[in-house]
């Protein structure tokens, strides 16, 4: 009942920025945290950045200073703004989500994943 819809993402040249957003829907009481993981091929899915439900932000340390998350609670949406982005961004980015259903369990769901490029 619950589904993450992402957008953003495509190619860019080193250097230049992209921005992806992905909104949660369904049967939601609250968002316990949201963010962004990706997968490069050949390579494990590691965690982005996500946002927690008390606001307070974890970023991988090869994208700080460079991406940065925000949110908009009334809307279930997040949002991740990558800046001076380099080759080895270069990855399937997938929306996260954990979060508490008006059923009161506790869900967590993946996007479908968006490919986002870096090349010249």
């Known amino acids: 009942q619950v589904q993450l819809v992402e957008s953003g993402g495509g190619f860019v040249q080193p250097g230049g920025s992209l921005r992806l957003s992905c909104g949660a829907s369904?049967?939601?009481?609250?968002?316990?945290?949201m963010g962004w993981y990706r997968q490069a091929p050949g390579q494990q899915r590691e965690v982005v950045a996500y946002?927690?439900?008390?606001?307070?932000?974890i970023y991988q340390e090869s994208v700080k200073g460079r991406f940065i998350i925000s949110r908009d609670s009334a809307k279930n949406t997040v949002s991740l703004q990558m800046n001076n982005l380099k080759p080895e961004d270069t990855a399937v980015y997938y929306c996260?989500?954990?979060?508490?259903?008006?059923?009161?369990?506790?869900?967590?769901?993946w996007g479908q994943g968006t490919q986002v490029t870096v090349s010249s």
């Open positions: 369904g049967s939601i009481l609250r968002i316990d945290s």
């Open positions: 996260y989500s954990a979060l508490t259903t008006m059923d009161f369990v506790y869900e967590e769901h």
């Open positions: 946002i927690r439900y008390g606001g307070d932000t």
